[in-house]
């Protein structure tokens, strides 16, 4: 069974850092596609970033380039995200989720697991 746990979630003010990690366990993911998506409350759950976990292949959404970062180290089967530049915006739940085709797509449905989430609050 896979399990994918978020951590690092908090509150910052606006134009602060937090990084997210999110730790995996249960098999080897050497082939398995890794992301991040984020849900505020009242919208729709929005692509953040993804990233193969053997080839560091990286995809970033528009929203967040140049601010956020997605990374992994596959020795300790985690993944991050850097966020930088934080904006009131980015307040939502942040989700990692693993793909074990390795296709990291941008639509969740492609995601076979999930975490439980880690709450980022940005204050203004």
């Known amino acids: 069974q896979v399990q994918l746990v978020e951590s690092g979630g908090g509150l910052v003010q606006t134009g602060g850092s937090l990084r997210l990690s999110c730790a995996a366990s249960?098999?080897?993911?050497?082939?398995?596609?890794m992301g991040w998506f984020r849900q505020a409350p009242g919208k729709e759950r929005e692509f953040v970033g993804a990233?193969?976990?053997?080839?560091?292949?990286?995809s970033h959404a528009d929203s967040v380039k140049g601010r956020f970062t997605i990374s992994r180290d596959s020795a300790k089967n985690t993944m991050y995200l850097q966020m930088n530049s934080l904006k009131p915006e980015d307040t939502a739940v942040y989700y990692c989720?693993?793909?074990?085709?390795?296709?990291?797509?941008?639509?969740?449905?492609?995601?076979?697991?999930w975490g439980q989430g880690t709450q980022v609050t940005v204050s203004s």
């Open positions: 989720a693993a793909d074990h085709m390795g296709r990291g797509s941008t639509l969740g449905s492609m995601y076979d697991y």
């Open positions: 990233i193969t976990w053997s080839g560091g292949i990286k």
């Open positions: 249960g098999r080897t993911f050497s082939n398995y596609a």
